[in-house]
């Protein structure tokens, strides 16, 4: 039996169900004997998903309502987009009901997929391109998993491709990324096996940790995981400390989030060693890439819950932060203003709110000049504010920072867990929670 025609939305629902239940596309594909070349291709619409079988193994894997596949439930025949819901009772408010009703589709949303599938979002959206992440996902699982096709390009021009794919992610153009950042990982790899010299591996280690920092910002970890081992294989081919310091910072991070706390902090410290910071001619982007590392080594102890540890090298960055002053050498943003961002993130990881509204005063938003860093400022204040148990100032956080970053806001699994948060307890006292949701879920 053929499934009817699914809606043209259904790989995305499938991909952020995927994304939201911790899979890659070759642990989906594991599950439901396909590979993951196929996963692919179904969540990018390259392949029409109209096989019944398909469809309910992959939401049975995924935990996905059926009815929102596209699969009906009812008696053969019955299609799942003709179910009719009562109208308003007599005596009952039909625009209250019809909100209540709203918010109810998108928790149901949010109950199946982790807080990012495309439920309650208008038919009309079920005609939309894919989403800016939807399309940066894709394409970089591709290049990931096929070979490079071979593409060359010159050491300049390379550079170039990088230094526009940095600005995109630290300005949250993810929608430019998109078409950008598989382009140059596949130009970069075969530039390097073309030309085997360390100029070349340089550039391609940078590219894979720029790519490795962006995954991680999407929750895509398992193929970050994949980004950052071809990183560190590419620097290690180079002589230059910084390169080998920049990529291992990534895997400190992914080290953290895999709750290797110690691992994470030993290998910052290694890696910060090795840089040239002594001396008032100290290279800048090496004094930067040092304080970012041992701003990254306190935000990952404070998450292993060592208060002393986490305040002694955020101490310490900042007393780096103070030789060179904000700025954004070698793209960390690092600085003084950084290392009060990373102070408020410190100290929500602690348990400590009040203490993180306390460092969040102490910066002004305004001054931070890359989107993507002040966006991060305002959900760390979220999150705090969250913790604390104020709703209002919470969702006013994730406001500022849809406002300085929207593709990036709207893409980050940590803004969904609190827009998830809000709905579920706060929605009638924070007016506004419905529509962000849904915008949450429609363009991430």
């Known amino acids: 039996?053929?499934?009817?025609?699914?809606?043209?939305?259904?790989?995305?629902?499938i991909r952020t169900a995927r994304r939201a239940a911790g899979l890659t596309q070759t642990?989906?594909?594991?599950?439901?004997?396909?590979?993951?070349?196929?996963?692919?291709?179904?969540?990018?619409?390259k392949q029409p998903l109209r096989d019944v079988v398909a469809l309910r193994k992959?939401?049975?894997?995924?935990?996905?309502?059926?009815?929102?596949?596209?699969?009906?439930?009812?008696?053969?025949?019955?299609?799942?987009?003709?179910?009719?819901?009562?109208?308003?009772?007599?005596?009952?408010?039909?625009?209250?009901?019809?909100?209540?009703?709203?918010?109810r589709d998108l928790l149901t949303g949010f109950a199946a997929f982790g807080g990012a599938a495309a439920i309650g979002i208008p038919s009309s959206a079920s005609a939309a391109p894919p989403s800016p992440t939807a399309a940066l996902v894709s394409g970089v699982q591709d290049r990931l998993t096929g070979g490079p096709t071979g593409t060359t390009a010159s050491p300049d021009a390379l550079r170039s491709m990088l230094a526009a794919v940095r600005a995109d992610f630290q300005h949250g153009r993810y929608r430019s990324l998109a078409a950008r950042l598989p382009a140059l990982i596949d130009r970069a790899e075969s530039t390097a096996h073309a030309i085997i010299r360390p100029a070349a591996q340089a550039i391609l280690a940078e590219t894979y940790t720029?790519?490795?920092?962006?995954?991680?910002?999407?929750?895509?970890?398992?193929?970050a995981w994949m980004s950052v081992d071809?990183?560190?294989?590419?620097?290690?081919?180079?002589?230059?400390?910084?390169?080998?310091?920049?990529?291992?910072?990534?895997?400190?991070i992914l080290n953290r989030k895999a709750d290797h706390a110690g691992t994470a902090i030993a290998l910052a410290l290694e890696a910060a060693n090795t840089l040239d910071v002594d001396g008032p001619d100290a290279p800048a982007a090496h004094v930067a890439m040092y304080g970012a590392l041992l701003s990254t080594a306190g935000y990952t102890a404070a998450h292993g819950g060592n208060r002393d540890h986490a305040n002694h090298l955020l101490d310490t960055a900042a007393r780096t932060a103070s030789r060179i002053g904000d700025g954004n050498h070698r793209y960390t943003g690092f600085g003084p203003t950084s290392v009060a961002v990373y102070?408020?993130?410190?100290?929500?990881?602690?348990?400590?709110?009040?203490?993180?509204?306390?460092?969040?005063?102490?910066?002004?938003?305004?001054?931070?000049?890359?989107?993507?860093r002040r966006a991060r400022y305002w959900v760390d204040v979220a999150r705090a504010y969250a913790q604390w148990g104020h709703p209002e100032q919470t969702f006013t956080a994730l406001l500022e920072a849809e406002a300085a970053a929207p593709e990036e806001t709207r893409a980050r699994p940590a803004v969904h867990a609190i827009a998830k948060s809000?709905?579920?307890?706060?929605?009638?006292?924070?007016?506004g929670i419905t529509d962000f949701t849904s915008r949450l879920l429609q363009h991430s």
């Open 27 to 45: 642990q989906l594909g594991s599950l439901v004997a396909y590979s993951a070349a196929t996963i692919s291709r179904m969540e990018s619409g």
């Open 422 to 431: 809000l709905l579920t307890r706060h929605h009638r006292n924070v007016p």
């Open 1 to 13: 039996m053929a499934a009817r025609d699914t809606a043209p939305d259904v790989g995305t629902i």
């Open 230 to 252: 071809r990183a560190l294989l590419a620097a290690r081919a180079t002589p230059d400390p910084l390169t080998n310091a920049e990529a291992i910072r990534e895997l400190v």
């Open 343 to 372: 102070r408020i993130g410190a100290a929500w990881a602690l348990g400590d709110a009040g203490t993180a509204i306390a460092h969040a005063k102490t910066v002004n938003p305004n001054s931070i000049t890359l989107p993507e």
């Open 210 to 223: 720029a790519t490795t920092q962006i995954l991680i910002k999407l929750g895509e970890i398992g193929m």
């Open 58 to 103: 992959i939401a049975a894997a995924l935990g996905i309502p059926h009815q929102r596949v596209g699969l009906a439930d009812g008696p053969p025949g019955q299609s799942a987009h003709t179910t009719s819901r009562p109208g308003p009772r007599v005596g009952t408010n039909p625009g209250r009901e019809g909100d209540e009703m709203r918010r």
